[in-house]
């Protein structure tokens, strides 16, 4: 398996644009997670889905950003407009809640910067 | 919301000492995951505790969890540079399926 894969892994965008973020899942998981790091805030949990169904959406700073999963290998995050403060590594992950750890596969990274 | 308190944030040793890192929770965990974070990586899942107590060791790699399930601890011996990076601990409570990220801390091994 390829792992979780991300696009793009790297963004430069001007303040107001819009930006998608895209996440691939490991085919078979049926958890996907959102999250943003910065080196203020540590790793934050945005907001994860279970079988493609938003959970828990609290994480979202506000309502510039969405989230959508529109089928099992397929997730989007927006923001729109987009601004200074966003500029963060956003990391996908996922997982297949059962028997074992229940541990999260995170992928590469998408590096935003907003100018 | 529930938070993991994880100590030092920064930790620099020579190479072949050991290190340790801390993290706390206020309230009982119902299981704590490790994740190791190279620079410029992605975080990558070490293991898991669920049961009070517990000790598991990957061999250099020593992780405890306590006995009242609040705190857990990573120890590694003898550091090598390629233990360089951000060690992050992550709590869950009940039967929540996400996870609370500590605030991790970066461990530099000087040659």
């Known amino acids: 398996d390829a792992g979780v894969i991300q696009s793009p892994r790297h963004e430069v965008t001007e303040m107001g644009q819009e930006v998608t973020l895209r996440c691939k899942p490991i085919?078979?998981?049926?958890?996907l997670f959102w999250y943003r790091q910065t080196m203020m805030r540590g790793l934050e949990l945005l907001i994860y889905f279970n079988n493609n169904v938003p959970i828990d959406d609290s994480g979202m700073p506000e309502d510039r950003f969405s989230a959508k999963m529109p089928n099992a290998s397929f997730s989007t995050l927006k923001i729109q407009p987009s601004e200074p403060r966003d500029s963060a590594v956003y990391f996908c992950?996922?997982?297949?809640?059962?028997?074992?750890?229940?541990?999260?596969?995170f992928g590469p990274g998408t590096r935003l910067t907003v100018l | 919301g529930q938070q993991v308190m994880q100590i030092p944030q920064y930790q620099h040793v020579q190479e072949g000492e050991d290190f340790t890192t801390y993290c706390n929770s206020s309230?009982?965990?119902?299981?704590i995951q490790w994740y190791k974070q190279r620079p410029g990586g992605h975080p990558v899942f070490l293991i898991q505790l669920v049961k009070s107590g517990e000790v598991k060791k990957q061999k250099r790699l020593t992780f405890q969890f306590g006995e009242a399930k609040k705190n857990s601890s990573l120890h590694i011996t003898a550091t090598q540079t390629t233990d360089v990076g951000t060690y992050f601990c992550?709590?869950?409570?009940?039967?929540?399926?996400?996870?609370?990220f500590g605030s991790g801390t970066q461990l530099t091994v000087l040659p």
């Open positions: 085919s078979g998981h049926d958890y």
């Open positions: 992550a709590g869950r409570w009940g039967s929540a399926r996400q996870l609370t």
């Open positions: 309230t009982t965990l119902s299981n």
């Open positions: 992950a996922s997982s297949l809640h059962g028997r074992g750890y229940n541990e999260q596969f």
